[in-house]
């Protein structure tokens, strides 16, 4: 009697086990790559067809010669698959082809005046071209520990505030994430 018990209890106990293993091993994961100590990319997979985690979308990033931000773009995999005879099934397309970019953050740095413009361009299907900036954040450097937060604009709309906010390299490229 207390085997059969033991050995139900050690039962539910492994269904258990393999059942986390199986939820864990379906989510996302993420695949970064770094060049000269900045994120170029970020890649996010998924579990797809016939088992195989598959790229859903991914992020580059790029900077400029200083290493500040200046851009980061969102693209999405259009699932395509193409057969392989050799191997007898079907293989997934990533081909630049199958990639359509969602939107695109830019930020532009006037040295004069020490004014930071930081752009949300949506992608247009139809044009195959990025539209106007659908938002616009302007902000203008006080000095290299602060700046002052001057507007915040969306389609026609203005909303000026100021702030004395403190600043670092890596806190409007953590905005664009």
Known sequence: MKTRILSAVCLAVCVCLLNSFVTKA???FY???????KMVSKTKFEMGGYGMFEPKSVIKYEYNEKGDFVKKEVCVWNP???YN???????PDYSEINWTPKYCIL???DVIDNFVYTE????????K?????AETMIFQLKDSNHF????FQKGNEYDEMANNINYHRELLAGLAE
């Open 107 to 109: 930020q532009k740095k």
């Open 31 to 37: 695949e970064t790559k770094w060049e000269d100590g």
């Open 85 to 91: 005879n050799k191997v007898g099934r079907w293989e």
């Open 120 to 127: 949300l361009l949506l992608w247009n299907k139809k044009e």
């Open 129 to 133: 071209a990025y539209n106007t900036p």
């Open 80 to 82: 395509k698959y193409d």
């Open 148 to 151: 002052n937060y001057l507007a």
């Open 26 to 28: 379906q989510v996302p």
